[in-house]
């Protein structure tokens, strides 16, 4: 294998920057480079703090920026801004890295098991794709970065306090429920749409590309793996956080 590349759309992340890319210099197999897409003003903190990162962790960075101001999180038109940011950095490492495996990482997920990486390339190269599970925060015994669009089988086995029922009924998917061997172990799970930290294969990003869709870039991807025929796994037992502010650090 020739490396990982790690990938996200980045904006006003300047507070998430410093753990983030410690937490990756930090892993077992720490990643060959890094391409972030800044989205707003060229120059504003998160710009800098990009700077400043890849100089402190030493990790090969390519920083790219697209002028668009970032939406707000409840503003549903962000998905088709990220679906074509996603897109764009996919298209980016297909060019210039010779990577075999692309992490697609969200700025907001901290890798605090350094054998995240380690573990999950080997499922990506098997399956196309592999995904750890997310925590949320403390208080929540668990929230999931991976769902399933079998909606008539998943509604009524979902959990209530992972997500409303009210939701599951307007989306087409909903939050899919770890194994207790999953948890405990290596197991692997199939999913139908990986969120927020997706390990893939070479041959999944360079052809399968995120679409449109009205609740999330994510469920439009997930049906564009099923349709190139790759799969997607998760490994409950990997953990990864996923904080919203600074004082969730």
Not at 26 to 46: A, F
Request: hydrophobic share 45%; glycine share 4%; with cysteine.
């Amino acid at each position: 294998m020739s490396g990982v590349v790690v990938t996200a759309p980045v904006a006003e992340r300047a507070w998430a920057l410093p753990s983030w890319y410690r937490h990756l210099a930090e892993q077992t197999q720490p990643p060959t480079e890094i391409i972030l897409l800044h989205s707003g003003h060229k120059g504003d903190e998160t710009w800098q703090a990009i700077e400043n990162c890849a100089a402190e962790f030493g990790i090969r960075t390519h920083r790219l920026h697209d002028p668009s101001i970032p939406h707000q999180r409840h503003d549903n038109a962000r998905f088709v801004t990220l679906a074509r940011l996603r897109n764009q950095l996919l298209s980016t490492a297909k060019i210039v890295t010779d990577c075999d495996v692309l992490f697609s990482l969200d700025t907001d997920i901290m890798l605090e098991d350094t054998t995240t990486i380690e573990r999950l390339v080997p499922v990506a190269e098997t399956f196309g794709v592999a995904s750890p599970l997310l925590y949320l925060h403390p208080e929540m015994k668990w929230t999931v970065n991976a769902g399933m669009l079998d909606e008539a089988r998943q509604l009524e086995s979902a959990a209530p306090d992972v997500i409303p029922r009210e939701e599951l009924e307007k989306w087409p998917w909903c939050r899919a429920a770890p194994t207790p061997a999953a948890l405990a172990g290596a197991a692997v799970q199939p999913i139908d749409v990986p969120m927020a930290a997706i390990v893939m294969s070479r041959e999944v990003f360079a052809s399968t590309r995120y679409g449109n869709h009205e609740s999330g870039e994510d469920i439009a991807f997930g049906i564009a793996l099923k349709k190139h025929g790759h799969r997607a796994m998760w490994v409950p037992s990997i953990e990864a956080r996923h904080v919203w502010d600074e004082k969730s650090l």
